[in-house]
């Protein structure tokens, strides 16, 4: 499923972005999100973190995921 979110500008934080994400997705919470630049590229893990300061241009795509948490060890 992609999902097209334009932001206003590049000094918008990734915790916009989460917001933004949570309100099309019924409701996901923002702390339960993984994102994750498409192709394997870096996870935005700050949420503090605006755009300008990750270097990323306009009409990047992401990957969101879920956050696992408690995973067992094997």
Known sequence: ???????PGV???VS?????L???LNGMP????KLR???GG????KDQQ???DLNLASGIMLELGVKERGRRKK
């Open 42 to 45: 870096a996870f935005l893990n």
């Open 16 to 20: 916009a972005l989460k917001a933004k």
């Open 1 to 7: 499923q992609v999902l097209e979110v334009i932001l």
């Open 30 to 33: 923002p702390k339960k999100m």
């Open 11 to 13: 000094a918008e934080k």
């Open 50 to 52: 605006s755009f300008a």
């Open 22 to 24: 949570g309100e099309l």
């Open 37 to 39: 630049v498409n192709g």
